[in-house]
């Protein structure tokens, strides 16, 4: 077992025993500390079921409704003349909408033409550059109760189609097709 292994494996167990001894230094109830907090987390989740809930029936409607496969061979000819593949078009399209269904999409891409082709990177790639602007705007600021989200929105989708862009550039340099 090497120094890494070993620091890991004690890391967390040793920073709930500094929590503890802080708490009885200080004289602080940590159980019940504790339990207040397990109790406010329970809150947050339930607080946050209806915006997760909308958010995955969106996702199903948009994927089961075939608009997405519609969108793809329309804008197909473009893309081809810019050399970007259109598997990865639906990745683009719903990544900033669920980390978890572009995951999926991910994994798709990479089982159906392998980790080392250039779709495989490129979707990697995407998958690391870009984020879920519509779930953290919707999870987040819902929960918190901030209503006015517009530049937030603004800012978060055009971060994500830099990265999109960044990526297929940098993949198409670093592996040439």
């Known amino acids: ?3 890494v292994t070993t620091v890991s494996t004690w890391m967390i ?7 503890l001894v ?10 019940e500390l504790f339990v207040e907090g397990g109790k406010e987390g329970v809150n947050m989740a339930f607080s946050l079921l209806p915006f997760l809930l909308g958010m995955m029936v969106s996702i199903a409607i948009l994927r089961g409704s075939g608009a997405l496969d519609a969108l793809i061979n329309l804008i197909s000819p473009l893309l ?3 050399g970007v593949p259109p598997e990865i078009v639906p990745l683009s399209i719903v990544r900033p909408i669920s980390g978890t269904a572009a995951l999926g999409m991910t994994t798709e891409l990479i089982k159906t033409y392998g980790p080392d082709s250039f ?3 490129l979707a990697s790639t995407m998958q690391g550059s870009t984020d879920t ?3 953290i705007i919707t999870v987040y600021f819902g929960a918190v109760g901030i209503r006015k989200m517009g530049d937030a929105l603004k800012v978060g989708l055009l971060a994500d189609l830099i990265g999109i862009i960044a ?8 592996f040439a097709k």
């Not at 990526?167 to 670093?174: G, P, R, T």
Request: aromatic share 14%.
């Open 13 to 19: 167990p040793l920073i709930i025993l500094v929590i």
């Open 167 to 174: 990526s297929i550039v940098i993949v198409s340099i670093v």
């Open 133 to 135: 602007t519509f779930y």
């Open 22 to 31: 802080a708490a009885a230094w200080k004289r602080l109830p940590s159980y």
């Open 80 to 82: 081809e003349l810019f």
């Open 119 to 121: 779709i495989g990177r």
């Open 1 to 3: 077992m090497n120094i």
